[in-house]
């Protein structure tokens, strides 16, 4: 068994110390509800305004709760790493952001996920009251979509589709319309993601996967889960073409598609690397004919320490840029109009 | 046919379960890296454990009032898949044990409404690799004892030993239900977690219930 070496206290108070030392560094755009595990917005509930709420498993930082503030999310539910929140946390939450408007649940296709948030859904309905609906996210195409399978995982497009649906919102805009929005942005991205190694999930004290020196994984998900094929280890631009042409050809874009790129780190892979592999995909993406009208480089929905990257495209038209430019202001994404 | 079980047995159970559930929580967490996220016994270790204070700190009139606290306790403190499968398969248990008097024939109508509650809540089918391949022979299994005039200890043990030959049949089985789905083929040549953790439930019934 391998000696883990993490920055902590005790593997049991990770999730609830990191969410005191959140709270501490972003007193502008945040507040947290300790005893159940919510991040909020600092001004939320805004009235008038669609409440957005999602959440997961912790671990995947800034993912969730670093996207809470201006323009993005109202409130995020924070899980034990690796593990979906429960429904009496998204019950409070969505209590807690309902301003009149409705609240749209942002939700990763994932089994415990998608459980976890349809029986609050049900509580909710139950207890009447706040209107609700709920988009979820399933663009990794290493997975199958089949019978066979618990569906494609939500992935990268969720932090664009947070940042997208969180504009819109701002606007104003009524509950259904956000929810199509949601909808649409999530049938038009995709996304594939590869590990050069494992992660330590803090309770477990052990990689969750061994992986030699010269080998990687190939279609892996968000949670150190492995993934669908073992391979020997590859120059970038070989690895680049790996993510590449399976997004590519699953949505399928075509020559004359504008789209939005997003390259993700998976937590322990250096910007210098994401930026290379970068520069290999949006070559790529020049010889297919497809236009880069926005890009976004960097650590957004990782895996703990991880090493290794994902690509996300998503097809954009004029809407869909304008709301991408709209001002964010969240500990993890931040920019003026 | 054996002394009517009553509130206090139901509730050693859940506490027989619970030191079961951690002092097998490392090995389901191994089993779950094989294939999951590896968090399934440590959830499981912390949803009993906080079963185990609700015990220690509530009386209960009823075993149906015990059970679906113990199922809402599950809901709110798991996460995961496993909180709202085994907190819904507490919920759907003690709600149909609501008023009756305890037999071989009303667990076995609970155990089957729960069952139900996972169908319900997980919609898996036999041979996906979840633990519903447990579930399913273990409630062949009893309902065949108790027909043929077993008692509640003796139907138990019968669905607690189907429930290990569930469990041990998912080792070639390919992964169709949750994130081992995932894998594909490479899921294949693995026990699931969740068949294991649903035999040391019932493995524990039958020890405290008999």
């Known amino acids: 068994m391998g000696f883990m070496k993490k920055l902590i206290n005790d593997p049991a108070d990770v999730v609830s110390e990191a969410l005191r030392g959140m709270e501490a560094a972003h007193p502008d755009h945040i507040r947290v509800d300790h005893e159940n595990r919510i991040v909020y917005r600092k001004d939320a509930p805004k009235a008038g305004k669609v409440g957005l709420i999602s959440g997961g498993g912790s671990g995947h930082e800034p993912m969730h709760g670093g996207f809470v503030g201006l323009g993005m999310l109202d409130a995020a539910c924070a899980g034990e790493v690796f593990t979906s929140p429960v429904p009496d946390q998204m019950m409070a939450a969505t209590k807690e952001v309902d301003a009149g408007a409705g609240v749209l649940h942002i939700v990763k296709n994932y089994t415990g996920d998608v459980m976890n948030f349809e029986m609050a859904a049900e509580l909710a309905a139950a207890e009447a009251g706040t209107e609700v609906l709920s988009v979820v996210t399933d663009d990794d195409v290493a997975v199958q979509d089949s019978l066979y399978t618990a569906g494609r995982r939500g992935v990268g497009v969720t932090v664009l589709l947070e940042k997208l649906v969180g504009a819109a919102a701002e606007e104003g805009r009524p509950l259904q319309e956000i929810a199509d929005l949601a909808k649409r942005i999530n049938d038009n991205g995709r996304s594939m993601g590869m590990a050069l190694t494992s992660c330590t999930v803090p309770a477990a004290g052990k990689p969750t996967f061994e992986l030699a020196e010269n080998e990687m994984e190939v279609g892996i998900g968000i949670h150190g889960e492995p993934g669908r094929q073992r391979l020997p280890l590859a120059p970038a631009k070989d690895i680049a073409a790996l993510l590449v042409d399976p997004v590519v050809g699953d949505l399928p874009y075509q020559q004359g598609d504008t789209v939005i790129a997003f390259m993700n780190g998976m937590g322990g892979t250096p910007l210098i690397e994401l930026y290379l592999m970068y520069n290999e995909v949006r070559q790529l993406l020049d010889r297919a004919g497809i236009t880069v009208a926005r890009s976004l480089v960097g650590n957004y929905i990782t895996s703990l320490e991880m090493a290794g990257c994902s690509v996300t495209l998503l097809k954009v038209d004029d809407e869909l840029v304008r709301l991408w430019d709209a001002p964010v202001n969240t500990p993890g994404l931040r920019w003026r109009a | ?210």
């Open chain 2, 1 to 210: 046919m054996g002394e009517q079980k009553t509130v206090e047995d139901f509730a050693n159970w859940l506490r027989d379960l619970a030191v079961t559930l951690h002092e097998n929580a490392a090995y389901l967490t191994e089993l779950d890296s094989a294939i999951g996220d590896a968090d399934h016994g440590t959830n499981m270790d912390r949803g009993f454990t906080a079963i185990v204070a609700v015990l220690d700190e509530t009386t209960f009139e009823s075993v149906d009032e015990l059970l679906k606290k113990a199922g809402m306790t599950l809901v709110s403190k798991v996460g995961g898949a496993s909180g709202p499968l085994y907190g819904t398969f507490f919920l759907r248990f003690g709600t149909a044990l609501a008023g009756a008097e305890i037999t071989p024939a009303s667990v076995g109508a609970a155990l089957k409404a729960g069952i139900g509650g996972i169908l319900t809540r997980g919609k898996p089918e036999l041979g996906d690799k979840t633990m519903y391949d447990a579930w399913a022979p273990a409630l062949e299994a009893y309902d065949g004892a108790v027909a043929g005039g077993s008692d509640l200890g003796g139907a138990l043990a019968a669905a607690a030993e189907a429930a290990a030959k569930g469990r041990d049949a998912t080792i070639p089985l390919v992964a169709r239900k949750g994130r081992a789905s995932y894998l594909g083929e490479r899921s294949a040549g693995h026990q699931d977690p969740g068949a294991t953790s649903t035999t040391l439930l019932l493995e524990s019934a039958a020890r405290t219930l008999a």
